[in-house]
């Protein structure tokens, strides 16, 4: 078990490590096909720091495994918001100015809600996950059209965030790294996390809900922390709704889309699935006002995400 707990984490850090340098290789390649470097963070908000999360999932799938990629998915979404932003929002209060950022947190609301429809009957259908890619083509191509809206201080920020060196081959240097450095972390991820649920008689599911969606946001939360106190507040936010976006429409959408009818289990539906769209709809009075997440409130998020596993585990014990 001790041996498996080693693996996980090394695999954590090839995710953290190949995540940074595809994100860099994405926006130096976006910027060198023409994109401006906002259009390039714009992108970058809407799945970049998913793209572990993918690769975990696309090698759980091809391993047989995808409860594990199901869990992971979903897990992550509610540990974007208990864990990752309520962590940067207790490290210095948050300060949200970016337009775009209100429909998008309306748009995870409401497909949350149509992934607990489409799982009622217990599972989400073919048609169904090309209905939530395709939202996420609608989400890609309404980001482009309405960023333009933002403020001048908003639009240097995302392009701060985009700014790098734009040489090509450089650029494909750091993608063939970051490949092989995410192909190692999803492998011994998923290896180690299927050793370490079998030492603890979980089910894949329960191992991809907890251990690998947690361990695989710790980085993130680490990053969200690091931009609160520099005061990035938009781009904290941004990810987060962002990086939940792309677990719903495009790992879960596309899981069913590929596969066929993917099975949804109940307790999806009635437990985790709810759970994280609360999560997103707790930021609503958080942001009315003075839109600005403050420190209380991002504790009463950490709170809910501990109190949130908490309830799995003593479910589990039960």
Excluded: C
Aim: aromatic residues 8%; charged residues 10%; hydrophobic residues 60%.
């Amino acid at each position: 078990m001790l041996e498996a707990w080693g693996f996980f984490v090394l695999g954590l850090v090839l995710l953290a490590l190949g995540g940074d340098s595809i994100v860099k290789g994405a926006s130096g390649l976006a910027q060198k096909l023409g994109a401006s470097p906002f259009v390039a963070g714009l992108l970058l908000i809407a799945f970049g720091t998913s793209l572990p999360e993918l690769f975990v999932n696309a090698y759980a799938i091809a391993k047989g495994q995808p409860e594990l990629a199901l869990g992971n998915a979903v897990g992550s979404n509610i540990a974007n918001f208990g864990l990752s932003l309520g962590l940067a929002a207790v490290a210095a209060p948050l300060l949200v100015r970016m337009r775009l950022l209100s429909p998008l947190l309306v748009l995870l609301v409401m497909a949350t809600l149509a992934l607990i429809v489409f799982g009622l009957d217990g599972a989400v259908g073919r048609i169904e996950g090309v209905a939530l890619l395709l939202a996420f083509v609608a989400l890609l191509a309404f980001l482009l059209a309405r960023g333009g809206g933002e403020t001048a201080e908003v639009r240097q920020q995302v392009a701060d965030y985009a700014s790098t060196r734009v040489v090509l081959w450089m650029n494909l240097l750091r993608f063939a790294v970051a490949a092989a450095l995410l192909f190692y972390g999803a492998k011994f991820v998923v290896g180690a996390a299927t050793d370490i649920g079998a030492g603890l008689h979980w089910s894949p599911l329960l191992v991809g809900l907890l251990p690998v969606a947690i361990g695989t946001a710790l980085p993130e939360a680490a990053a969200a922390i690091a931009a609160a106190r520099k005061g990035s507040g938009d781009m904290v936010l941004g990810h987060v709704i962002g990086s939940s976006l792309f677990n719903l429409l495009v790992i879960v959408g596309g899981m069913a889309a590929a596969h066929g009818p993917l099975a949804l289990p109940a307790s999806f539906v009635r437990l985790e699935l709810p759970a994280a769209m609360v999560l997103a709809l707790m930021l609503y009075p958080m942001l009315r006002g003075d839109l600005r997440i403050k420190r209380w409130e991002g504790a009463v998020l950490s709170v809910a995400f501990l109190a949130w596993i908490a309830f799995e585990l003593a479910t589990i014990r039960g």
